[in-house]
């Protein structure tokens, strides 16, 4: 076994320190080359559709309820009262008749994402891995156990606080620049929480599981805040759910990889 260095970090996690920004860059350059492969085009378009259709369905059902709702609660905010009349008394217009639809639109349309990407980590993910894993990484061998019921339990907790995170926040935005910020932070926790743990659980053993996500936490953040600053343009709302899997694939695989080269190697 080899030793601990002086200021107490293994020569094991300092390499996955050193690994740090370039890992993240490869494994977003890897993304984007097996994005193209007509495979992984085909599978953009399930957790689109189911976003597309969910965001449908929430709009049908839930619209009129949460929107009286909020108008009603809207009538309580003094401060929110006292600036519709003013802009009502100087010949504007209500702004209770943009605020209301648009703070729905705030919690509908998010469900309705966090619901395609819960759906890309439980349904689309083994495909990725699948793909990526035989063109690849055909010498990480497959040691995970109970991989579907962890993927799910997963997806589902990472979903609801997700969700009740992002209503709880939102009377912050009434706070500049607050909208923009809240917005990345629960994205970036979405996506790292819940893909972080679809790209390694097949592969990877409950032991190596709990190392790789120790080890590689920043990295895991880091690659969750890209996508959630890519997830700002509403174009890339068609591939975010299938691309960040594929760069959370090609990360954590990679560092699995490097984790057996290691044990080797100090064996």
Request: with cysteine.
């Amino acid at each position: 076994m080899i030793p601990p260095r002086p200021d107490g970090a293994t020569p094991a996690s300092a390499r996955a320190a050193a690994l740090g920004a370039a890992g993240v860059a490869q494994a977003f350059k890897r993304a984007l080359v097996s994005q193209f492969h007509p495979n992984m085009l085909l599978a953009v378009l399930l957790p689109f559709v189911i976003a597309l259709l969910g965001a449908l369905l929430l709009l049908w059902l839930f619209w009129t309820p949460l929107t009286d709702w909020l108008n009603v609660q809207a009538s309580q905010w003094q401060v929110v009262n006292n600036f519709d009349a003013w802009l009502v008394g100087i010949g504007l217009f209500s702004i209770k008749l943009y605020f209301i639809p648009v703070i729905a639109a705030a919690i509908l349309l998010p469900v309705s994402g966090i619901l395609g990407l819960a759906i890309a980590a439980v349904f689309v993910m083994p495909l990725v891995l699948r793909h990526v894993g035989a063109r690849e990484y055909l010498g990480v061998s497959r040691q995970g156990r109970n991989a579907t019921a962890y993927s799910v339990w997963n997806a589902i907790w990472v979903s609801v606080i997700f969700a009740l995170g992002w209503v709880l926040t939102l009377p912050f935005w009434l706070i500049p620049p607050m909208a923009v910020l809240l917005s990345i932070f629960w994205w970036a926790f979405a996506f790292s929480r819940m893909l972080r743990v679809d790209a390694i659980v097949e592969h990877a053993s409950p032991a190596e599981r709990r190392i790789l996500l120790e080890r590689h936490n920043t990295g895991f953040w880091i690659i969750g805040l890209i996508c959630s600053l890519l997830n700002l343009l509403p174009p890339a709302w068609i591939i975010l759910p299938v691309y960040s899997g594929l760069v959370y694939a090609h990360y954590g695989l990679e560092a699995l990889r490097r984790l057996r080269q290691e044990r080797v190697i100090e064996g």
